[in-house]
């Protein structure tokens, strides 16, 4: 009987450690404005602010550790990582991890040519014969995620896809506004890489998501109501602002 009431609190105890204030695993990857990272590895940005809002209103301690987006997933599949930042929905990435709603910003899909190289994209149909650099595992819009007809050029991470550009490698590259144009002004990277006609008119909310296998489930209505009242009295709006001028 000892035994059986030892392991059901062992069982209890457990399931409660994200609820103890413990410290929660936040994965990700470089992506400025959002996480930016410095020289010596460590990040600020816009969901940096944010996550440390999150730790005063709930009480934990995050720590976040960097990793290639791509591997950033399946550490939230395996459940070695609890929690990630900017992740848009799938339905693939909803077996494995826990939307927390509401979404607490949203980007724009968007092109980028070489100026040299006098590509014009200015509908979806002119992607057809180009080489389209993009990261691994990113969800970006339809039908272009799932077009199998496109020449792709996969990248490990954001940070490689305006060297591919800059390089010539790709004829042009997908990425997200405002982390591309952040980038491209941060590195006067402005007379080489420009913005193409064609603009998708999808947009992607970014969520903050808990894996599946993660013990900081138990604390999800706090989060989403957390993440709910950082949204409505202007909060992110206030963050974005700060980075994104």
Request: aromatic share 10%.
């Amino acid at each position: 009987m000892r035994r059986v009431i030892g392991v059901l609190f062992l069982l209890c105890a457990l399931s409660r450690l994200g609820a103890e204030g413990n410290r929660v695993v936040v994965v990700t990857d470089r992506w400025p404005p959002y996480r930016i990272e410095a020289a010596d590895g460590s990040f600020s940005g816009i969901d940096i602010d944010f996550l440390r809002l999150l730790e005063t209103k709930l009480g934990v301690s995050f720590e976040i550790r960097a990793a290639p987006w791509a591997r950033c997933l399946e550490m939230m599949k395996n459940g070695s990582a609890d929690l990630m930042t900017g992740l848009a929905w799938t339905a693939e990435r909803e077996v494995f991890v826990h939307y927390v709603r509401p979404a607490y910003d949203v980007v724009r899909p968007a092109f980028y040519v070489h100026r040299a190289a006098g590509t014009v994209i200015e509908k979806y149909e002119d992607l057809k014969n180009l080489s389209i650099g993009y990261t691994r595992g990113s969800a970006y819009f339809q039908p272009f995620d799932s077009d199998a007809g496109l020449a792709k050029v996969a990248v490990a991470d954001e940070s490689q896809l305006l060297l591919l550009l800059q390089n010539k490698r790709v004829d042009a590259i997908v990425g997200t506004n405002p982390q591309l144009d952040y980038d491209i002004k941060t590195k006067n990277l402005g007379g080489e890489i420009v913005k193409a006609t064609y603009t998708p008119r999808a947009t992607t909310p970014l969520y903050v998501a808990i894996s599946r296998k993660s013990s900081f489930l138990a604390r999800l209505s706090e989060l989403e109501k957390a993440v709910e009242g950082l949204v409505a009295d202007g909060s992110v709006k206030r963050l974005v602002a700060k980075y994104v001028k």
